[in-house]
């Protein structure tokens, strides 16, 4: 009888071990290190993202999908119903309106330039997206919770919401800013 009561108490200890490591949180004070996406050839986020140039700007669904050297990017505005989705693959840039229309470029950047009206920094946004920066970008602080920064081409780069993810720990809220512009997604989930 003494054996089954330790042998259901293991069972449960178990069983409470396993739960808690499938939801892991990061320990208060602990600085983690964002995984590195950039040696990851295939990963896929959703969220939210919002763009402004100060005066006018739009937000909508995200759906990011990187497989290799290609990327589409499809983002869905909620209250106009209106899509867009960017191909973005070596030698070949696309947009694909809602509408039916598909707009052909000779870069994605000039591409999403075009829909949103002023110069966003594609090559760069790819880099910020998985917590990286360019070769002349340098990281401005790092606070004790994992958020950082990083000052980037003019840019200030904000990364906060740094969590642990079945795969690794990575950020889930960015906010690019250079005024008058700014660029912010909130990542739901990550998979790679």
């Not at 295939?42 to 005066?55: A, L, Q």
């Not at 209106?82 to 591409?111: R, V």
């Amino acid at each position: 009888m003494k054996r089954f009561v330790y042998l259901l108490l293991l069972i449960a200890l178990c069983s409470i071990q396993l739960s808690c490591s499938s939801n892991r949180q990061l320990k208060p004070g602990a600085l983690p290190v964002i995984t590195d996406l950039s040696t990851i050839q295939e990963y896929t986020f959703n969220g939210k993202m919002s763009f402004s140039d100060g005066v006018e700007g739009g937000s909508g669904q995200v759906s990011w999908n990187q497989n290799h050297d290609r990327i589409a990017v499809t983002l869905k505005a909620p209250l106009s119903n209106k899509s867009w989705t960017l191909i973005d693959a070596p030698g070949h840039a696309e947009i694909q309106l809602s509408n039916g229309e598909t707009i052909y470029g000779l870069t994605a950047g000039d591409l999403i330039s075009e829909q949103i009206g002023w110069d966003l920094p594609w090559k760069d946004l790819q880099a910020w997206v998985i917590g990286q920066k360019s070769p002349s970008g340098r990281i401005l602080n790092k606070h004790t919770n994992g958020d950082f920064e990083i000052l980037d081409q003019g840019w200030f780069i904000s990364y906060s919401k740094i969590k642990t993810n079945g795969n690794g720990i990575v950020p889930h809220k960015i906010i690019a800013r250079k005024d008058p512009y700014s660029i912010k997604l909130i990542i739901k989930n990550w998979q790679w």
